[in-house]
C-alpha cells in the first residue's frame, strides 16, 4: 500500500502565505507524477498543479504567478508555496502522487488538508 500524507494548511489573511507539503510512503517503488487538486465548497475538484518526476510543472491560470509547485525525489515529497492568497483560494486541497508499486501503477491520494483565506 501507499499513503499519501498532506501538512501545511491553515487560516491566513488575504495576501498572506502557506506552504503545504505531501509525502508519499509504503510499498512506492517510483513515483511519476505528484501535484495538487483543490476543491470548495459547491465547486467541482480542480487541478492547481502538478510536476513530473524530472521537474517539469504545470499551473492552473488562476494560481500562476503567485503559487509554485517543487518536488524532492528523494524524499518522495512535493511542496506547494502558496503567496498572495486571495479569499477564493480557500478550499481543501488534496495532494495526489501517481505511483509505481511491485503490482501496479496507479494515483493515491491524501486526506485533503483545509485552507482558508480570509478577506
Known amino acids: 500500500q501507499v499513503q499519501v500524507v498532506e501538512s501545511g494548511g491553515g487560516l491566513v489573511q488575504a495576501g498572506g502565505s502557506l506552504r503545504l507539503s505531501c509525502a508519499a510512503s509504503?510499498?512506492?517503488?517510483?513515483?511519476?507524477?505528484m501535484g495538487w487538486y483543490r476543491q470548495a465548497p459547491g465547486k467541482q475538484r480542480e487541478l492547481v498543479a502538478s510536476i513530473t518526476s524530472g521537474g517539469r510543472t504545470n499551473y492552473a491560470d488562476s494560481v500562476k504567478g503567485r503559487f509554485t509547485i517543487s518536488r524532492d525525489n528523494a524524499k518522495n515529497t512535493v511542496y506547494l508555496q502558496m503567496n498572495s492568497l486571495k479569499p477564493e483560494d480557500t478550499a481543501v486541497y488534496y495532494c495526489y502522487a501517481n505511483a509505481h508499486t511491485l503490482t501496479t501503477m496507479r494515483n493515491y491520494w491524501g486526506q485533503g488538508t483545509q485552507v482558508t483565506v480570509s478577506s
Open positions: 509504503g510499498s512506492v517503488v517510483s513515483l511519476n507524477d
